[in-house]
Every structure is written in C-alpha cells, then in structure tokens.
Nanobody, 122 residues
C-alpha cells in the first residue's frame, strides 16, 4: 500500500507561481513512478506530468509543457510540481498518483492522494 499526501495549493494571481509537494510513503513506494493530475471545474481529470522512478525521465501534457516542472527527491520521499505562468485555466484540484508504468492516464494509476486546491485569479 502506497500513501500520497499533497500540499502547497492556494490562491495565486494570473502569471504567478506555486510549488506543489507530494509525500510518498508505504511499502514498496520506491518502485513507483509519480504523476500529477488536475481536475478542473466541470472537466475530466487531466494528466499533467509524470516522473519515472528508475530513469528520472519526465512526461508532460501539452497544456503544461514549458510552464510546469516535475522533480523528485528520493532521499526525502517527495515529488514536486513547480508551476509557473499560471492562468485561470489552471484552476482545479491537483492530485499526485503512483504507477508502476509511467503514463498520464487516470486509469493507469494504482494509488491516489486526496488532492490540493489551486485557484488562479484573473
């Protein structure tokens, strides 16, 4: 069982930045790659980024590529999502998830955190 807890959400103006954190713990957690998802109001959950546990290789969706940066500190069991140049369209609940095979599909995740709310004001 892998546990994930997000933090770092909040209210930020357009053009601002936030860094989200995800604490990863539990048996076997070191074998899992970690992804970030967003659920915007009245929209489907969207995969944003994923970091491969073995290679450090990263995946990004088109909507955040060049603005968001995922990173992992294995010594601290943490995964971060640095979000820059935020727009109101980035508003939503952000969740981290664990998967044995790096991907950006909600159906491809094995464990989920509860999420943290990000609101970008216009």
């Amino acid at each position: 069982q892998v546990q994930l807890v997000e933090s770092g959400g909040g209210l930020v103006p357009t053009g601002g930045s936030l860094r989200l954190s995800c604490v990863v713990s539990g048996d076997g957690s070191n074998y899992y790659s970690i992804a970030w998802f967003r659920r915007a109001p009245e929209k489907e959950r969207e995969g944003l980024s994923c970091v491969d546990v073995n290679t450090g290789h990263t995946l990004y969706s088109e909507s955040v590529n060049g603005r968001f940066t995922i990173s992992r500190d294995r010594a601290k069991n943490m995964v971060y999502l640095q979000m820059d140049n935020l727009t109101p369209g980035d508003t939503g609940v952000y969740s981290c998830a664990a998967t044995l095979i790096p991907n950006l599909l909600p159906s491809g995740m094995d464990y989920w955190g509860e999420g943290t709310l990000v609101t970008v004001s216009s």
